[in-house]
């Protein structure tokens, strides 16, 4: 059988590194390299990058053992196979409980012994090899279909903004304030995903509504019976792949607590928590909106008044913490702006860091904005755009 690849020989011993090449110059498809010392074969190693070492153990300087260990910590050397020689009949636990070796050969070894294993080890280098390719395939794919993800949810964010005015503000505070809740929580990270999904993506059942039969428009649901959109929001996306469990969440928002909400008048923990963190998130939103000079503590103590009954008690305990430890500046409501990143200016100064709507995190709290990062901004918004626009100081303005 042919064989195919390259082997590091390492002995200190001439004689035996000349031995053990003469047997694999056998198969002329074996590349076969030579190195006296475990310092020289190291060097050797990361400019040809072996498929296979074998090693003498005891050398003067790095022996076997040592050389092993250096190699499997060097990323470079990573996929490279290592076999020890000895000739110590009892060395093999030692040895494996050492390095990281992938086998051992007992001297003196035959011809017929070296070309086997050798042969077994190009073959398992090859599949190796093989697997390795296609993790690193696969990641990609995964990387591209994530990125794909976050394209298409900025394009539904954004075409629930062009319905419904300031849907894209709202989805980006909440999603803030959603996280800080479930930390409190102690939320574990694998439920996060659909929590953010549910913040960002609530209101897009508003597109159905708007276009109804029957004339109402989105504003008519916010004031009114704003349950029948979280329900249009659930049928829409528990048709897509992926979104099954965001869709449960948003369709469970307009429970209250004590079992009058709707749709399905759950009660306390029937209501799944991260639905219970938006209903009070979106309120907090929509007291905000309703009272503009009473800022985040007057918006907070009317849901208290609701605590208990539409709202989980826990849950406004903790917002309550939350709400109260950032609103310690008096004029919290004079002191930003949210701007579209089409409306920023030379000169503004980001109030709140600036991400792209993958994720990005593009520019940091305290920023001022020049002409070139003007241009990298608007450049960076028309392959990946920042949909949510951006907060900047106030003062910062020039109209300010």
């Known amino acids: 059988m042919t064989l195919t690849g390259t082997i590091l020989l390492v002995d200190d011993e001439v004689a035996a590194l000349d031995s053990y090449a003469d047997v694999l110059a056998r198969d002329p498809d074996l590349r076969v390299l030579r190195a006296a010392s475990g310092e020289a074969a190291l060097e050797t190693a990361k400019i040809h990058r072996p498929d296979l070492v074998i090693s003498d153990l005891r050398m003067p300087g790095l022996d076997g053992a040592g050389l092993c260990r250096a190699m499997r910590a060097d990323p470079s050397l990573e996929g490279i196979l290592f076999v020890i020689l000895t000739g110590e009949p009892n060395a093999r636990e030692a040895i494996e409980a050492a390095t990281e070796v992938d086998d051992l050969l007992q001297k003196p070894v035959a011809a017929a012994e070296l070309m086997a294993k050798v042969g077994a080890l190009l073959r398992l280098k090859r599949l190796h090899d093989q697997l390795r390719a296609d993790k690193l395939e696969m990641e990609r794919l995964h990387r591209e279909v994530a990125q794909r993800f976050e394209q298409l949810l900025a394009l539904l964010v954004h075409l629930v903004d062009v319905s419904v005015p300031g849907a894209a503000g709202r989805s980006v505070e909440i999603t803030r304030l959603a996280a800080r809740l479930a930390e409190r929580f102690e939320i574990p990270a694998v439920l996060l995903r659909d929590l953010e999904i549910g913040a960002k993506l609530h209101e897009i059942g508003m597109l159905l509504v708007a276009d109804s039969p029957d004339g109402e428009g989105p ?3 916010l004031d009114g019976d704003r349950w029948r959109y979280a329900v249009a929001s659930k049928e829409l996306l528990e048709e897509v792949a992926g979104l099954e469990g965001t869709a449960e969440l948003i369709g469970a928002i307009f429970e209250n607590w004590d079992g009058t909400g709707h749709p399905n008048r759950l009660r306390q923990g029937q209501i799944p928590l991260r639905s219970r963190i938006l209903r009070l998130l979106i309120d907090y939103q929509a007291a905000i909106a309703a009272n503009p000079g009473g800022g985040p503590i007057a918006a907070l103590e009317q849901l208290q008044l609701h605590g208990g009954t539409r709202y989980d008690p826990l849950a406004v305990a903790y917002f309550d913490a939350i709400v109260r430890a950032a609103s310690t500046n008096p004029d919290w409501q004079a002191t930003r702006v949210h701007v579209s990143i089409l409306g920023l200016e030379e000169g503004m100064r980001l109030a709140d ?17 020049s002409g070139p990062i003007l241009d990298t901004i608007l450049r960076r918004h028309r392959s990946d755009p920042m949909v949510h626009g951006a907060w900047v100081e106030r003062s910062s303005m020039r109209n300010a």
């Open 353 to 369: 860091d600036l991400f792209t709507a993958s994720g990005v995190k593009l520019l940091a709290k305290g920023q001022t904005i």
């Open 219 to 221: 504003e008519d649901h």
